[in-house]
């Protein structure tokens, strides 16, 4: 009996199955440490603790984006390892900002399945959620992936789809219960952009590029404990580069949109994901967002802004996502579309 | 005068020796993060520290192979800046976990020397001791390296040659105190395989490779402080690539061995070591490993298990180390035999 | 309205402005071992706990030029973002040493004006001051830019040039006030040579050279949240090879320094600074010192050192800053003046 890690095949899933993912992962301030090496991140809320504690964010809270690469990362080995492509997220909550000594675990229930009707191939979905040691839960967030069946002949599951929201409802956002911008500091964050500066349909130009390097997006990968191999070996992808982590093109991006959105701190939810084309090293990563809407929240001086996030491999330009037939523009390699809590 | 480090030539070397090696280092929870950023480690006592409690290993206490790197990194200045090559090593017992905060010191004690019958080289042997900063020893280990004479007329010194251990024995394995792994989570772990579900001779393709990057290795050898030319200086490589530090190539295949090996969480020994080649930049490191010996051990639920680890640069195949001509076959860059210690 | 921050332009500033700069940024041991990752330093009181306690350096201090990296970087996005030329600096002093937990931040008052003859440009002088949350002072320097002006018709303003010293005296030299180097250990910290031991005028090549890569010096410069294009953007230099942040540069001849200035362990001042020529990825750094002056503290076996350190893209050679017409030799890429404290 081999002793290594097959993954699932597409039979493998049932309808309402619990998988607990191995390997619980604990952050330290060497992550905090190691993301903003990797990534030019400025938000002041997690480059600085005193910034932090005074929105009422206590016990060395990390960035957003941490706990979900890491959260994200644990259920790979289980959900993906066989997948043919990643298909989308939707319905993704933080619930509470991971803190420094938070050891994350996550487990998936399968809450949809649906055989393509090639035979070969069907479509998994799930729900995650990422806890901290005493259950508390962390994030959580669907996702649907198209996995390899093992064995062709294998019948098919009754098809199953989930309903699953386009976005989250602004009043379903979860807000951190200290969380208050009362004593915000613009100063201290570098620009003076208030939610009510912010106009929907208003588009931000985030001017910088980063260029891409093989260490770079290894060290960041690994770092998730996200070891698929498209991203590691240059063997296994035939001699073509690796194709780089979905998730370092978005942490990138997200911290280039300090440049515009200094004050948008915190990802309160990712309402859908897509990554439209691959990077690889030598690349030079741009960024541009959209203002899609704009709620109140419940906390003092927190105001909720949803915007869409787009990397992409030349300049912004003229910020277009689509092409006229409809299709992503040649460059674009991420439309993400997110809500963040900015002061009032 | 000059200042700076000539490193000791084979004639400055004396049987019975003692050589306090300079620079203690303090591990710290960054060490931790780079370790996970620059090798695909998962075992789950190392990226959990609830994992690390239940076992009974308290105080944040990070992968054996970063106290074995900092120890050994201490010790070149001294022993091996010099250095033809590096011969061996014996006789390598972890006797505590390393943890966070722990400032580790290491010593040496010459306990053999033999000079090469061409007379501008010799063998030294050296016993290392890494200890906290109370005293206590953290690993302890014998190695030999043939070295430079400065000066050929010195004359030769007596030689004498120390008896050393072809393995370590089960029973003289130092096991940390509190160790326990009756409340084991297997599923945290990620694999079910128990110490009794693995046979001797038994051998396992951990699948996986990882491309080295030179940003990387170079950024793991400054971290354990091992500054040999060959590892960071192009210039003197004549043009030739960089040589990766053995170390590397070590963390890397253990890290790998994850797959198929995840409750094999702790290294007790090292009982021999060759790196058989030399790996560059660009090189994709796959490895595999054999069952050579098991053996029960003291602490409740704790077995041992004796392994053969090899990297090589080419995937694991037929998992041959020799060729039939009894060298190594071409690919292979290490060939380890190690104690670890593994639930029953 | 355009959200980004297009930087200061000459017009902008005016004598006696006080610019308070954005993200304060908190340390931690993440800092200390991807500043160990980055630079091959192994100056004791860094690296050990242990030894910066026996000093009288309580609660965990790092490096300081991981302070001056940091603090320097604050000021980046306000002074300089639209720089032709940084130009120099003076009177850097270290007034304490930064530890884990310090959160930085740092503001900056102009102290000079001169608009240049081409009305285009002009030179911006600032004296900065990076501060912990209690607002104790930890640095302050002065430094000169050029910077663009955005109006070329925007009037000029009146000249004023600073006094600024050539070197900081001796006597102004801050030391921490807890400083004891009665106990010191050179054994621990690698080299027997004291303050009495350097001559004026003595030079060492350090020896060891280090290959520069594209990875590391993108990740340090985003460690110190420097965000400058042509560091990051290979676009943005069309086509030409990233420029490497000068701070690459002096932590990498820092480091090397260490072979024959171990015992120099801290940084008391820095006097002047010129980054001669620009470096690339795939230049191998190599360094030397020439030892400038030396005086005696107040503190208890302290003793000051002025150092010049060079940086040069091929072997120290000679150890010849200038050639026979004045200008720095072809290959020089640092002459950095500073005052280094030792122990007498």
Not at 144 to 161: F, N, Y
Not at 227 to 239: I, L, P
């Amino acid at each position: 009996m081999t002793k290594t890690n097959p993954g699932n095949y597409f039979e493998d899933f049932s309808l309402g199955q619990i998988i607990d993912h191995a390997t619980p992962r604990t952050v330290t301030e060497g992550d905090r440490a190691l993301y903003g090496a990797l990534y030019p991140t400025r938000f002041s809320f997690w480059s600085s603790a005193e910034a932090a504690e005074a929105a009422g964010l206590h016990g060395a809270p990390v960035e957003d984006l941490i706990g979900f690469h890491i959260a994200f990362g644990k259920t790979v080995p289980d959900i993906s390892l066989n997948a043919v492509a990643n298909l989308g997220y939707a319905e993704c909550r933080f619930h509470r900002t991971v803190c420094v000594g938070d050891t994350i675990t996550a487990s998936s229930e399968v809450i949809g399945l649906k055989q393509n009707s090639n035979g070969k191939t069907g479509v998994v979905y799930v729900r995650s959620t990422a806890s901290d040691g005493a259950g508390e839960t962390l994030i959580d967030w669907a996702r649907w992936v198209m996995v390899r069946k093992r064995d062709v002949d294998a019948p098919a599951p009754e098809t199953a789809l989930p309903e699953l929201a386009k976005a989250v409802a602004a009043e379903d956002l979860k807000i951190p219960k200290s969380l208050n911008f009362t004593n915000y500091s613009f100063a201290a964050a570098g620009e003076p952009h208030r939610w009510g500066d912010y106009e929907v349909g208003e588009k931000i130009d985030h001017v910088d590029g980063v260029t891409i390097e093989e260490a770079e997006h290894m060290m960041a990968t690994r770092l998730w404990q996200n070891t698929a191999k498209v991203h590691f070996n240059s063997d296994a992808r035939g001699g073509a580069p690796r194709l780089i982590y979905g998730g370092h093109i978005i942490s990138l991006a997200r911290a280039l949109s300090f440049n515009g959105l200094a004050n948008a701190q915190m990802i309160a939810a990712i309402n859908a994901g897509a990554h439209t084309a691959p990077a690889q090293a030598g690349d030079t990563i741009y960024a541009w967002s959209e203002v899609l809407d704009k709620a109140p929240t419940s906390a003092p001086g927190v105001g909720a802004i949803r915007l869409r996030l787009a990397a992409c491999k030349v300049p912004a330009g003229e910020m277009k996502l689509k092409a006229d037939d409809g299709k992503y523009s040649e460059g674009v390699l991420l439309d993400l579309d997110y809500w963040a809590l900015i002061p009032t």
